[in-house]
T-cell receptor, first 113, second 113 residues
Framework: DTAVSQTPKYLVTQMGNDKSIKCEQN?????MYWYKQDSKKFLKIMFS???????INETVPNRFSPKSPDKAHLNLHINSLELGDSAVYFC????????????FGPGTRLTVL | AQSVTQPDIHITVSEGASLELRCNYS??????LFWYVQSPGQGLQLLLK??????LVQGIKGFEAEFKRSQSSFNLRKPSVHWSDAAEYFC???????????FGTGTQLKVEL
């Protein structure tokens, strides 16, 4: 059973397009996250939701809009894609009451042409 | 602001040799500390974590790490490296309770046979 899953695994698109990445966790966790890993492997938090409420919103362009329909899902929609958005996007989840042990999904490699 | 420094970008060791990966952190309170491993094209897997208590923590795959508050360090060790340990290793610090993880820039480990 996959704990944290993401779709799609690969996403290749043109500049200016709008795309979404989906994330689901079956661990029963109450907190979910989006991280961006750039070409130099640097990982940076983008957003975090706790019980569908946004609790972390780093300095991310407002072209990026997360949505959490329920505790088990966290989606990321990106408008007007730019070349610099090319990266690997990781979803993660944790149980807030048990600290920050975060479980990561396999990642979505986004390539903007 | 919290931060993590991994001073070694690349490390190469021979199979069977011992390994130590360095990690220094900056955090205003008692930190939650983590080591994650990322194999090529994969997501991040938690190796071990420190929340409190015994400063020497054991993890999976034979890894251990020691929390040294006086040195603000959380170095990862393994007594005998296997070829399958070749991967990218990330140290991370968090504040607990759904707070964000701040990652170091990673150390790429190569294992010579």
């Amino acid at each position: 059973d996959t704990a944290v899953s993401q779709t799609p695994k690969y996403l290749v698109t043109q500049m200016g397009n709008d795309k979404s990445i989906k994330c689901e966790q079956n661990l029963g966790h109450d907190t979910m996250y989006w991280y961006k890993q750039d070409s130099k492997k640097f990982l940076k938090i983008m957003f975090s939701y706790n019980n569908k409420e946004l609790i972390i919103n780093e300095t991310v362009p407002n072209r990026f809009s997360p949505k959490s329909p329920d505790k088990a899902h966290l989606n990321l929609h990106i408008n007007s894609l730019e070349l610099g958005d090319s990266a690997v996007y990781f979803c993660a989840s944790s149980q807030r009451s048990r600290g920050d042990e975060q479980f990561f999904g396999p990642g979505t490699r986004l390539t903007v042409l | 602001a919290q931060s993590v420094t991994q001073p070694d970008i690349h490390i190469t060791v021979s199979e069977g040799a011992s390994l130590e990966l360095r990690c220094n952190y900056s955090y205003g309170a008692t930190p939650y500390l983590f080591w994650y491993v990322q194999s090529p094209g994969q997501g991040l897997q938690l190796l071990l974590k420190y929340f409190s208590g015994d400063t020497l923590v054991q993890g999976i795959k034979g890894f251990e790490a020691e929390f040294k508050r006086s040195q603000s360090s959380f170095n990862l060790r393994k007594p005998s490296v296997h070829w399958s340990d070749a991967a990218e290793y990330f140290c991370a610090v968090g504040g607990g309770g759904g707070n964000k993880l701040t990652f170091g820039t990673g150390t790429q480990l190569k294992v010579e046979l």
